[in-house]
Every structure is written in C-alpha cells, then in structure tokens.
C-alpha cells in the first residue's frame, strides 16, 4: 500500500468539546462585536441605557425615599430647589423636590422603571403580533396575506399615536371604573403594541416571501414538514435580523409613546410614576420659577430615548451585510 492511499485512511481529527471555544470567545470573534468596539458612539450609548436601566431596577435601594410613600413624605420640603436647602427642614435634595415635597432624583428612577417596562412589554407583544402574522401572510400568501396586509395599509394611514389614544380609550371604556387605576399599565401595553405591530407584519412578511422559495424550505416540504414548523423552525431564524433592528428602534419609541399619552393625561395615572406623568406635574409649575421640577425628568427621557436610537441605528449598520 502506498504512503498516499496511507494518508487518506487516517481518521480525521475530532475536536475535543472541552477545547471549544466559549460562547464569550465566540462573541468576541463576531462581527457584530468588532463593529460595536469600533463604535464611540454605541459604547456610549450602551453604558448610559445600562446605567438608566440598572438605577431603574435597583431604584429601591438607590432612591433617598420611596417618593410615592405619603408615609415618606413632608410638604414642608415642597419645591426645594436643587442642591439648596430646603427654607422650613433644611433639607437639601440633588434635583430639588415637587410641589408635594417627593424627591425629584427618586421620581425619576421610579419613573423610569414604569417607563421601561411599558416600553419593552409594548415591543415584545407587537413583536409577537407582528411576527405571526407576516410569517402567516408571507408563507401562506392568498386570501390571509390580502386581509392582513389591508388592514395593515389602513393603519399606516394614521399616526400611531393616535391609534393608541383610540385603543387605549376603547379597552379604558370597557374595564370597571373602579379598577381602572390598576389596570392602566396593562392597557397602556397593549395601546402602544396595537399601534406598532404593522412594521414588524410587513418587513417579516416581505422576508418570508423570500425565503420561501428557497432550497431549504422546498426540501422541508417534500419530506413532509408541517407548515407551522417550518414557519417556526427554518423560516423564523432566518428573519430575526430586521426585527431585532426594528425593535430596537421601536423600543425608544415606545417610551416616547408612554410618555406622550401620560404626558396629555390619558395614559399613567398621576399616582403611578413615569416619566410622562412626572413631566405632565411639572409643565404646571414651569412658568412659576420651580423649573426642576419638568426639566430633569425631561432629560431623563430624552437621555433614554436617544441612547436607545443611536444603538439601533449602530445594530442596524452591523448587521446589515452591504456594509461589511
């Protein structure tokens, strides 16, 4: 036998699963990481969405009160300008205090955890709503992708802010006066996610339509894979790179959104914190001289929401191939 003929009957190496990379190592090596490294931009971003999020979270230990206790509470502190003391107590707050003597830094971290969750709740359920039904109308096509995509057309002819106000209105209409309080957040999740699940629809649907008709998906056909699984199993991975751009864009917005309806009195109630009813108190005392008392929650906001943008505009780069 021939040193060559040898050669090919050697076993090739098998890699031991104790040498495999680890799945930080594996993150490192991506591209998506090289081009976030890169980024001035997206690392600022991330560390002040990480920071906002984590006193968020943490706000009950963070906070000097639980600025929605009456427990906690002295109106002798009431409009408290920042990092001065206080006339009556003496007392001396970092962003000053409202007209209720609540703690305007502790509002805030507060406020943005109802702000936070609003938003990323509103985003996962239009995500599902919109995923199911662009994968249904992209893969099924006929009538149910006629019906789908007409009533996403007639949606798209009106501003979502105001789809959310009629949504909003419409379930507020139908649940009990008497526990509509407890029940806002919820109603307010759902407002915004029916006002945002049309882009998700379309750009799924338009993907879908593509990846429908490759090998892939044939193949899973004729050896006769279910169509639910192979919406779900082969064709759903492959669509999840527009969506998550989108999401991230859309999460931003959704807090706009929060903020707004609170804002105009029709989402938060004024007893329940977030950023929206914390600006909506403090545009009533902006014109008598307590100005601290819209203009932090107001950069709050502001600082959120553009930190998310700028990292969806930098994921939106990274993951798009043309620009590799």
Known sequence: MSETSVEETKPAAVIDPKDAPSLWTRIKRSDVWYSFTRSPVAIVAAIIVTIIVLASVFAPLISPQNPFNPAELNLMDGFSAPMEPNQFTGNVYWLGTDDQGRDIFSTILYGSRISLFVGVSAVLLAMVIGIVLGLVAGYRGGWADTIIMRIADVQLTFPSILIALLVFG?????????????????????????????????????????????????????????????????????????????????????????????????????????????INTGQDFLFSGEWWILFFPAVALLALALSVNLLGDWLRDALNPKLR
């Not at 307010?188 to 945002?196: F, Y």
């Not at 044939?218 to 999840?240: C, D, E, S, Y």
């Not at 706009?256 to 914190?273: C, D, N, R």
């Open 170 to 278: 419409i379930v507020r209409g139908l649940v009990p006066p008497d526990v509509r309080n407890d029940v806002a957040v919820w109603v307010l999740i759902v407002s915004i996610a029916l006002s945002d699940w049309v882009q998700y629809a379309r750009t799924v649907r338009g993907a879908t339509l593509v990846e429908r008709n490759k090998e892939y998906v044939q193949a899973a056909r004729v050896i006769g894979v279910k169509p639910f699984t192979i919406m779900m199993r082969h064709v759903l991975p492959n669509v999840m790179g527009p969506v998550l751009v989108i999401a991230t864009i859309g999460l931003a917005l959704a807090i706009i959104a929060e903020a707004t309806l609170s804002f105009l009195g029709v989402g938060m109630p004024k007893t329940t914190p977030s950023l929206g009813t914390l």
